[in-house]
């Protein structure tokens, strides 16, 4: 379970995370959705415990965060946007890695690091040095990482970035069973295909702050005109895309 | 449309370089006003250290007929010369940065760009990315010519001349060797090649000029004749360099007796060098750039001395131990970090053929020099110590930079990590100073006394250096920097230097007045006061320890609070 109460982040005067709370219930793929710098990355980045709140509370698995961070972090699995990993080492030598910072080891790690990579097609790449990887495979790299401690909360910000179609439905497979066994996942996205399909429930964040939070039924209600979640999404967050993108062209 | 392809100007190509150097003067905007005075003050104390030297040793030249311009002449060669060498690796290596790796070529090589003014964007840029050094060492040199031979108003101009072809052969030979290595060896393996080739190198002329031994020059005695002796100061040390003609040039100036002809080479090279170039870059660049995208490189073995260090350190927890393992695989997989170590080999070598060659014995070698040469070792030892910190232990946490995420994100104290990076590069560097000092110390036939305090002494010390080193790098760390090579030469490399400095000067002046009073009244027979003298090693011991622990205490809070 994931518990934010009054989460605030200011940098300067500029606030990118203004009091949200939310509580994402254990067995739940809960969707995180906004414009461009609305927040969703630092939101993430801080339930991940990389920055530090400017006031309010987060709790992972029932651990309070900031009380007890060590013991927190040992219940979360973090994907970020970005895969930036060590370049010189090898695949499974960065999941066993990995594994040793939550303090596990052993023939159970070594088999579940190779069960991972062969999930997403990295077997064969597993003795190979991670500079020689491509985007993709260091996103799966990365996210074959966030699973090999057996976290009981994990947080992805835009899993879908570089990865094949075929990646792509693997990963939306080990969400959703992940979630079925009790787990649970806060995503962020700008995929709205994917947060339609995948999401339990999904919020709507815009300059800091959540516009709206519900299942697809409740947030087409709240928008009251229906339709899909991009038209949603749009009546939401008020965006003049389609609008906008014309008036450039015509320009 | 047709007639704006490839007419971007080279100005505009360079532009956001120029808006880059502008709003980041120096690395991050906190404290950037402190950064800048010490910055100021620092160049300032290192230009009047490197004038006041040259402008006293110069006006010792003035003073010796015949052959004081001679000898002034040779040294602005020797100098030249070595800054000409340093320039060609350093260009080489930037080259590879610049011309094939940068991160604005894919826009630049997508771009209606024409060859030429891209040849010519990269080349600037790799002129005064390893020139910029180079030319604030030779400031203060060329003043103290100009001033001490008083070179007159148009001195300035005449250097000036004679400095940007200097600076700029080298620019376009390093653009055209690396662009002939980039497609000679496959894709970015030439960087890990350019590495290794560039650090031989740079040991070779290190050796070559010690063993050359330059100081034979200062002693004209050594020389079986006058005129041998002016002879050889009056042939050109290398007549086909341009540092001989740029010399030739500016000594000939200063002599009142001005020479056309070296200015003529120099320009007329750089200016045919560069066409070349262009010509090459022309040829090979489209293909070079093409290889120098092909990924890295992919197989490694996996090392018996891994799996043996894997065993050995699993009684101290899983955690530690992939720590320890991660740092040693991270640094031997990366040529342009364990490169270093063939640098660092020969610096040593040489260090101890100093030593070797000292004239200790003889006349007038006293009880006193005994016990300060042994004194002055341990400042040299440390020095070098220093350095090789600020190599390797410095960098550790800016290159964590971009992986942060993982680290801040798991349930890893940073506590662990700093002393993972502690122990991993202090015991190598503890084993490297104990047997540079026992060595030395052998040489210098110290008594066993001196021996112990000298051991007991430089471990301290080892200590206070990986502590100073570990904390500057996390007070001042390069998160963003593609080069491990570059950033000892930080502003925080720079200040770390200068503190350890500081504590080496310091715990030798606590130490040395108990220890010669102790071995004083030894020599003498009298009882020496041992209470001083454990009070003397208490508070050398007192001074290591805090600039140990309280540096990583620093550095522990500072990655507590950093938000990547």
């Given amino acids: ?251 | 449309m047709s007639a704006f392809l490839g007419d971007v100007s080279l100005l505009h190509l360079l532009s956001p370089k120029i808006l880059t150097a502008r709003a980041k003067p120096l690395g991050e905007r906190e404290n950037r006003a402190g950064r800048l005075i010490l910055f100021t003050l620092i160049g300032g104390i290192f230009w009047l250290f490197v004038f006041g030297l040259l402008y006293r040793l110069l006006k010792y030249f003035r003073g010796i007929p015949e052959i004081g311009a001679l000898l002034a002449g040779k040294l602005l060669g020797l100098m030249l010369v070595s800054l000409f060498g340093i320039l060609i690796l350093s260009n080489i290596v930037t080259a590879l940065s610049s011309f094939f790796l940068a991160k604005d070529l894919d826009l630049l090589v997508a771009a209606p760009v024409d060859w030429l003014r891209l040849y010519g964007a990269k080349l600037l840029e790799t002129a005064v990315n390893s020139s910029w050094m180079v030319v604030l060492v030779a400031t203060p040199v060329l003043t103290a010519y100009g001033i001490s031979y008083e070179g007159g108003l148009l001195y300035p101009i005449i250097a000036i001349g004679a400095m940007i072809p200097f600076l700029f052969i080298p620019a376009a030979i390093g653009s055209a060797v690396t662009l002939l290595l980039v497609n000679i060896f496959p894709a970015r393996r030439t960087r890990d090649i350019l590495s290794v080739i560039a650090v031989l190198a740079a040991a070779g002329v290190l050796l070559i000029f010690r063993l050359v031994r330059p100081e034979r020059l200062a002693r004209p005695e050594g020389f079986r004749s006058l005129v041998e002796f002016i002879s050889v100061l009056r042939t050109p040390t290398s007549p086909l360099m341009p540092s001989e003609w740029a010399a030739q040039g500016i000594m000939s100036w200063l002599r009142e007796d001005p020479e056309i002809l070296p200015f003529y080479l120099l320009w007329s090279t750089a200016a045919a060098i560069v066409v070349f170039g262009a010509l090459l870059h022309r040829w090979l660049y489209t293909s070079g750039f093409s290889k120098s995208q092909e990924s890295g490189e992919r197989w490694v073995r996996q090392g018996a001395i891994g799996k043996l260090v894997g065993r050995m350190l699993t009684p101290w927890g899983v955690m530690r131990r992939e720590l320890v393992l991660k740092e040693m695989r991270l640094f031997f997989r990366d040529t342009t970090q364990w490169s270093q170590l063939i640098l660092l080999t020969v610096l040593v070598v040489v260090y101890v053929f100093n030593i070797k060659f000292l004239p200790l014995r003889g006349e007038g070698i006293t009880f006193f020099l005994r016990n300060v040469i042994p004194f002055v070792n341990l400042v040299l030892a440390g020095f070098v110590l220093a350095s090789i910190a600020a190599r390797f232990i410095f960098p550790g946490i800016s290159l964590e930079g971009r992986t942060l995420w993982l680290l801040r994100s798991s349930p890893l104290e940073m506590r662990q990590l700093l002393w993972a990076k502690f122990w991993v590069g202090t015991l190598p560097l503890l084993v490297l100073a104990l047997i540079l000092v026992f060595a030395t110390d052998v040489l210098l036939e110290v008594n066993s006394f001196m021996m112990w305090v000298s051991v007991f002494t430089i471990t301290m010390m080892t200590f206070a250096i990986a502590g100073l080193a570990l904390g500057f790098g996390a007070l001042f760390p390069k998160f963003n920097t593609e080069n491990a090579a570059q950033i000892p030469t930080s502003f925080g490399g720079l200040i770390l230097m200068m503190a350890s400095i500081a504590l080496i000067g310091t715990v030798i002046v606590v130490e040395a007045r108990p220890v010669f009073r102790y071995a004083g009244a030894s020599l003498v027979g009298t009882q020496p006061s041992v209470v001083e003298l454990w009070v003397g090693f208490a508070l050398s011991a007192g001074i290591c320890l805090a600039a140990t622990f309280i540096p990583i205490r620093i550095a522990i809070s500072r990655m507590k609070k950093l938000e990547r």
């Fill in chain 1, 1 to 251: 379970m994931i518990e934010l109460r009054s989460l605030t982040k200011r940098y300067g005067s500029f606030t990118a995370v203004d009091s949200i709370d939310l509580t994402v219930p254990d067995g739940e793929l809960f969707g995180f959705l906004g414009p461009n710098g609305a927040g969703k990355t630092t939101t993430l980045r801080m339930i991940a415990g990389i920055l530090q709140p400017s006031s309010g509370t987060i709790h992972l698995a029932g651990i309070d965060l900031s009380q007890d961070p060590m013991a927190a972090k040992a219940k979360l699995g973090f994907i970020p946007d970005r895969p930036f990993i060590y370049e010189k080492l090898t695949g499974a030598e960065f999941l066993r890695f990995v594994a040793g910072l939550y303090g596990q080891d052993g023939s159970v790690i070594e088999h579940r690091g190779r069960e991972l990579m062969a999930l997403f097609d990295l077997e064969e790449w597993a003795d190979e040095l991670v500079e020689s990887y491509s985007h993709g495979m260091r996103q799966k790299l990365i996210i074959s990482s966030a699973f090999i401690h057996r976290p009981e909360v994990i947080v992805v910000d835009e899993p879908m970035v570089g990865l094949d179609p075929k990646a792509a439905r693997i990963l939306k497979d080990l969400f959703r069973e992940y979630v079925r066994r009790g787990h649970t996942i806060m995503m962020s996205t700008h995929t709205l295909e994917v947060a339609e399909t995948l999401c339990d429930r999904i919020a709507i964040i815009q300059q800091g702050k959540i516009r709206a939070t519900g299942t697809i039924d409740d947030l087409r209600k709240e928008a009251t005109g229906g339709g899909g979640l991009e038209e949603i999404f749009l009546k939401l967050t008020g965006e003049r895309a389609a609008r906008d993108a014309m008036e450039v062209l015509d320009a």
